[in-house]
Each structure stands twice: as C-alpha cells, then as structure tokens.
C-alpha cells in the first residue's frame, strides 16, 4: 500500500513540475544585483546583533564571565602582529602591535583610534562609525565614533554597559547608581530622552521593539520606553532573553519541568508564551538566535564534561513543526568567544584562533586575525 | 583568490544550468510559481554571497538546496496564516482510468500542499530528488531517523486524507502495477 502511494506521489511531483514556465531572463543579473544590495545594508551595519552582543554581555555578567576579556595589562605575544584589513569585517585592537594605542578597524581597512589611555569596553559596529565603551580604572566612557571626524560623548559612569535599539536611533546604557542600576536612553547625539531606575543584579540584554529588556537571576522584565510601565516574566518559568524576532517579538528560553524550551512570547501579555519548542536534550549553558531569528547555536548541550562544543539547530524549522527538533552538533569544539556576523554566519574563537562558520554549509574559514593576539571582531548592528 | 569576474562568470553558469531544476523543485515546496520564482531568487543570492567560501563548484548545488529547502521553511512560517487552501475537492468520474488517475494525482496534490513545511521538504527529496534517508538528512542538516519518522508521518497523513476522500490505496507488486480487478 506505501509502496502505491509512494508511487502516485511521484507521477504527482512528475505532473506538477512539468513543464518548467519561461524563466525570466537575466536571472544571475537580478541575482547578482540582490547580492549587492544585501552587501551594500550590511556594509552598513545595524541593532539585532546589538541585542546579540549585549545578550553575550549579559549572560556573561549572570555566569560570572565575560565574553570578550578586557585587555590583559600585558600584551599577549600574538599582539606582537600587525592585524591586516579583513574585508568587511570590523575588528577591535586594544593592543596594537606598534604601540600606538586602541584603536577599531572597519572592514574598509579605515582606522578609528580610542583614547591611547583607555582600555576597549564593548564595540559595535553602525552606520557611519562605531559604538564604543572605553574604560579607565573604574570609570567607562560611550561614545560615538564616526569613521571620519570627531567622536561625540554619550555617557559615563561605572560598569556602563549598552544596546542599540532596534532602529538604530536610540542607545539604552546602564550604569552602577546608589546602589542600584540606573538606565538612560540617548539618541546618539547625546540627548536623553528617558530615565528609569533598576535594582542591583538586573542586567540590560537588549531590545525588543519598543521595549528595553533586562535579564535578572529570576527570569526578565521588560521596559516600555513608550510609558516607561514595565513587566516581569512568570517566576516559575526562568525565563533567559535571546533576542528578538523579525517581527519584533521576543523570544526567550525557559525551563519547564524536565526540559529546556526555546518560545517566542509577548512580554505585555505577561510574557504570554506563543510559538515553542522543547528540547529534550540536555539544556545548553548557553544559546543564541541569529538576528533574524533562523537559527539558535548552543553550547553545552552535548554534556556537562563537554561545556565548549557548538551545535546548531534551524529555530523556524522547530518552532512550527511537531515532532524531533533538528539540533545538530557542528563537530566544534573548544568555543571560546561567538558572535554573529549574520544570520548564516557565526564568529568564534577557540584557542587556535578566529574562524567564521558558514551555518548553511557548515563551511569553516579561519580569519586572518594572529593567533594569542588580543584583537577581536566587533559585532554588528542590523538595522531593522 | 578568486577575481570578482571570474566568480560571476561561474555564477552566471551554474545559474543557466540549474536554475531550472531548483525552480522545480521550489514549486514542490511552495505550491505556486511565482513564489518559487522568489525563493529561488532568495537562495542563490544566499549561494552567491556564500561563493567564495564554498569554494568547491561542486558543493554549490548542495549549498543551493540547503539554503532553498531551509528558506522555505521559515518563509512558511511567517506566511503560513495567510494561506487558505482550498477545501473545495474535485467530482470524481467514474470508469476512465485516465480520468481517475488524474484526479487522484489532483487530490494528492492538494493533500501535499497542506502538509507542514518540514514534511513536505522531507517528501520532495526522499520522492522528487530519489535522495536516500542520509542524503536527505544530511541536506536538511538534521538526523536520519528525524527524516524516517517526518517521512513515514507525511505517508500516513496523505493516506488517511485520501482514504477520506474515498480513494483507497491499492497493493501493488514490486513494478508499481496494480493486481487485476
């Protein structure tokens, strides 16, 4: 009986596709001229993979580690090498290799310098220059740094940390305050427009929408920019924010009993949960979504003696099909340091140096950064 | 590396040879030509911009799939509320073997555009492309028992669905010929 149905599927699949209708001409040229168009926005660079580094941030500060170290006070050897131009990526050198002090270099080879006596925070990569986080012992200074004329400064303060929001207007940055955390959201001009206060521990992890979300040792609460009203995830489910969608929607991980899920949820509906999928696999210690959402890359779902192994898995696929979830383990080992480059492209860092990973072919290219040097991609901003 | 001229020449070749048979095989997962005309446009921007890292000629038409099948999926899911398959079935005559070929091959055709996207890809490979369990798997970057399970949930659905519709499946040998009546 399989084999008969199998058999009317096929003369189906043979019927419909026959024949093929005049292809439009010139398909390569239209194709190609896509390619460019989607070079040209990326050159420009933009905010869901703000939300991603300061996702990175954050889940760095809640596990009690940082994602990019601060400059060590020596320079390790592999900053001895001069780092070459690597087209179209932007690359953080906090300890050149002719002394010359910080500086970032964009994917155009354009040197940005940082204040020669500062060490580099945090960076982000927008249209026109840089987002940047310098720091001099306690105290951190953002700024804008165009990549031709003078930086402009946004804020100071202690343990300042940062996220673009979504249209790449409006920068939300946290500083330690009275004891608390106190958020600020500037244009990038410098003006506030909206001041909050937060208790010590919540940590801002980026944007969703209109709302600047903070992730704390309970779950998430998401604030309103608009009204400044702000809501809390449910304290059974542990909610941790992974970015958001291309619908500005939220998506989160939680723990349910026995699994770890991956939801898109609605953070002014009570963080209501909509689209799901539980992985029954061992919950990874930590995971990120692509800045549209296509995919989710963990690591330490292979064990608790394996924490530094990658595996990946299609996000949209799982999230509207039942049945087993597509993870995959992408046969890498020793992650140090990730970042996307975009939503097909992972960079990391394992102790042999930096290599970019093509998620569609599982495609591995090494970066032309030295190895042992402090050097560092610098993520980008996406502009929705 | 590669000079920007010499990887267009051989996009513009890989795209006349196979363009044809991705859109094919977009038609199967989409439903109508128009969309698959996008999404096959969608994947080899993604392959183009991908080229020089894929480097081997010979892994571009995989690259292209991957990205093709994967695409659909999350396109699907954006999209999917505002799809209204029709619910309307076509009369069945009677007697004319052609015509009930013809009409079972219509339903089935029908069946297989309501199925979720990961079960539909799944058909199109293992049925359209004669890929193998591992192929497929390997393609959809997901395990061979996840394409075994996806695959056999796709047959019982269209078998139940036509069974509904009053089309029995019948045995067959071995060459797909029907015993006589």
Same mark, same amino acid.
């Given at each position: ?117 500062? $060490?580099? !925070? &945090?960076? /982000?990569?927008?249209?026109? @220059?840089? %987002?940047?986080?310098?720091?001099? #012992?306690?105290?951190? +200074? ?56 937060? $208790?010590? !521990? &919540?940590? /801002?992890?980026?944007?969703? @929408?209109? %709302?600047?979300?903070?992730?704390? #040792?309970?779950?998430? +609460? ?163 | ?181």
């Amino acid at each position: 009986m399989t084999r008969e149905l199998e058999r009317v599927l096929r003369a189906t699949f043979e019927d419909r596709t026959q024949p093929v209708p005049q292809q439009s001409d010139g398909l390569a040229d239209v194709v190609i001229g896509r390619a460019r168009g989607v070079r040209r926005r990326r050159a420009l660079a933009g905010s869901a993979s703000a939300l991603v580094l300061v996702v990175l941030a954050g889940l760095g500060l809640v596990l009690g580690k940082m994602p990019f170290a601060a400059p060590e006070e020596k320079a390790p050897s592999g900053d001895n090498l001069p780092i070459p131009v690597i087209q179209g990526l932007d690359v953080a050198v906090p300890n050149p290799s002719d002394k010359s002090g910080p500086y970032l270099q964009a994917g155009d080879g354009t040197r940005v310098p940082l204040p020669k006596d500062q $060490k580099i !925070g &945090d960076a /982000l990569r927008l249209p026109g @220059g840089f %987002l940047a986080i310098t720091t001099k #012992d306690e105290n951190g +200074t953002l700024a804008y740094y165009p990549t031709s004329g003078p930086a402009k400064e946004i804020a100071n303060g202690k343990a300042l940390a940062m996220a673009l929001d979504p249209t790449g207007r409006q920068v939300a940055v946290t500083r330690a305050e009275g004891g608390g955390v106190r958020l600020d959201v500037y244009t990038l001009d410098g003006t506030v427009v909206s001041t909050d206060q937060f $208790k010590d !521990g &919540d940590v /801002l992890a980026g944007w969703s @929408g209109d %709302l600047v979300m903070f992730q704390n #040792d309970i779950g998430v +609460t998401a604030w309103n920019s608009i009204d400044r009203s702000r809501v809390d995830s449910p304290s059974e489910k542990l909610m941790r924010f992974l970015g958001t969608t291309v619908d500005w929607s939220t998506y989160v991980t939680y723990e349910d009993p026995e699994k770890t899920c991956t939801a898109k949820v609605f953070p002014l509906e009570a963080f209501r949960v909509g689209e799901k999928y539980c992985y029954g696999e061992i919950p990874a210690t930590e995971r990120m979504v692509s800045p549209e959402g296509e995919w989710v890359v963990a690591r330490g779902m292979n064990g608790p003696d394996r924490p530094d192994e990658l595996v990946r898995t299609h996000l949209t696929n799982d999230l509207i099909s039942p049945g087993p979830g597509s993870m995959a383990n992408l046969g890498i080992i020793d992650v140090q340091d990730w970042l996307w480059e975009d939503d097909d492209s992972l960079i990391y860092r394992t102790s042999e140096g930096w290599f970019r990973l093509d998620l569609y072919g599982s495609l591995i290219e090494p970066l032309p950064i030295p190895q042992g040097s402090s050097a560092y991609p610098v993520p980008r901003a996406f502009v929705g | 590396m590669e000079s920007k001229t010499k990887i267009e020449a051989d996009f513009r070749d890989f795209v006349t040879a196979r363009s044809a048979a991705l859109h094919r095989s977009a038609y199967l997962l989409t439903g109508n030509w128009a969309t698959a005309e996008d999404l096959v446009q969608t994947a080899l921007t993604k392959t183009y911009l991908a080229w020089r890292r894929i480097g081997d000629i010979g892994s571009v038409e995989a690259y292209a799939r991957r990205v093709l099948y994967t695409t659909n999926v999350s396109w699907w899911r954006r999209m999917w509320r505002n799809e209204h398959p029709t619910e309307q079935m076509p009369e069945r005559p009677g007697g004319d073997d052609h015509a009930d070929a013809h009409v079972e091959r219509d339903l089935m055709w029908r069946f297989v555009c309501k199925l979720p996207p990961k079960q539909r890809a799944v058909l199109v490979l293992r049925f359209y492309e004669d890929m193998s369990e591992s192929e497929t798997a390997s393609l959809l970057g997901i395990a061979a028992g996840t394409v075994k399970s996806q695959c056999s949930r796709a047959l019982a659905n269209l078998r139940n669905q036509l069974a509904v519709a009053g089309i029995e499946m019948q045995a067959t040998d071995r060459r797909g010929r029907r015993p006589a009546a």
